[in-house]
């Protein structure tokens, strides 16, 4: 989430800590940036990075990859494409299917 003008701080604290409480239920992280997210407002927020630049967004989320992909070898080939996973599973069924049948 990217703030870059807020208009009524108290509302947004209340709204950032539902949307984050919500986040955290669903197992997504938060990051958060903007300009006009100060160190001192940051202190009030919950979330698991704070980025200034796309660059390191970019990094952070590479760990996240690199970490589920550490927990989950089997995994690892299908966190690029998530939707990669259904289909190997088709294909090893069916090569197993292939090797009864012969």
């Not at 709204?15 to 160190?39: D, I, K, N």
């Not at 200034?52 to 760990?63: E, G, K, N, P």
Request: negative net charge; glycine residues 4%.
């Amino acid at each position: 989430m990217s703030a870059s003008c807020i208009e009524s701080l108290p509302v947004f604290l209340e709204e950032y800590a539902h949307l984050q409480s919500v986040a955290t239920e669903a197992g997504v992280e938060v990051v958060v940036g903007g300009r006009t997210l100060t160190p001192d407002l940051r202190q009030q927020m919950n979330y698991s990075a704070f980025c200034d630049t796309l660059r390191q967004l970019v990094t952070f989320a590479a760990s996240l990859t690199f970490v589920k992909a550490a927990r989950n070898p089997e995994e690892e080939s299908n966190v690029a494409n998530p939707g990669l996973e259904s289909h190997q599973g088709r294909l090893c069924q069916s090569k197993s299917q292939k090797n009864k049948d012969s």
